[in-house]
């Protein structure tokens, strides 16, 4: 099977614009969780959607936002970028929220903001 | 809330030679505890887990890890290190199955392990 799947790879804006991120998960994962990881940092949890519903929010700014759709497929977005949002954007997918520990990360997308 | 300190943000080795990378984490609630690994321009891949039993936990690829609650400590070891182990290492907690923090991850700010010849 294949894994968690995230376009584009590598991304470079300008400050103020908007970006929006992409995020396949493992067939038959309904669960999927996006993380920033800013360079020399540890991860940090922005979102999980489970069954197209958000059942979870980290402390990020209301510029952040997301959606699951049918498919179980996510979108990042971020608005008006800041040079500080330049990091690595990863996804996380598990099959099942509640009952289900393991999440399988994604190889990310890193946004460069300039 | 829970938070995790990872104790050394770099580690050089020798080859052959012992490691341990240290974590110790902070939370009010039950947790499930994690290592991953990071390769150069790569996700994350989870190396092992505890969640509940025996506070020994093991890797296929020779890396254990201890859970002491009194020490609120989740150390990562191995006895004898190869090349191929050269990579980032993040120490993770999330809350146990039933809470709200459950499935929502907590890193540490990550230990890089420098395996040289």
């Known amino acids: 099977d294949a894994g968690v799947t995230q376009s584009p790879t590598h991304l470079i804006k300008t400050r103020g614009q908007h970006v929006t991120l992409r995020c396949s998960p493992i067939s038959g994962h309904k669960s999927v969780s996006w993380y920033q990881q800013v360079l020399g940092q540890g991860p940090q949890f922005i979102f999980q959607y489970y069954e197209k519903e958000e059942r979870g929010r980290g402390n990020f700014p209301d510029r952040f936002s997301a959606r699951q759709f049918p498919n179980y497929s996510s979108e990042l977005n971020v608005n008006a970028l800041l040079l500080g949002d330049s990091a690595l954007y990863l996804c996380?997918?598990?099959?099942?929220?509640?009952?289900?520990?393991?999440?399988?990360f994604g190889p990310g997308t890193r946004l460069t903001v300039t | 809330a829970q938070s995790v300190t990872q104790l050394d943000s770099q580690v050089p080795v020798f080859e052959e030679a012992p490691v341990e990378l240290r974590c110790n984490y902070s939370?009010?609630?039950?947790?499930?505890l994690f290592w991953y690994v990071q390769y150069p321009n790569q996700g994350l891949q989870l190396l092992l887990k505890?969640?509940?039993?025996?506070?020994l936990v093991e890797s296929i690829n020779g890396f254990e890890a201890e859970f002491n609650k009194s020490q609120t400590s989740f150390h990562l070891r191995k006895p004898s290190v190869h090349i191929s182990d050269t990579a980032e290492y993040f120490c993770?907690?999330?809350?146990?199955?039933?809470?709200?923090?459950?499935?929502?991850?907590?890193f540490g700010q990550g230990t890089i392990l420098t395996v040289h010849p």
């Open positions: 939370s009010s609630v039950s947790v499930y």
């Open positions: 505890y969640l509940s039993g025996s506070t």
């Open positions: 993770a907690v999330s809350g146990a199955a039933g809470g709200t923090s459950y499935g929502k991850l907590t």
């Open positions: 996380a997918s598990r099959r099942d929220r509640d009952r289900d520990y393991e999440q399988y």
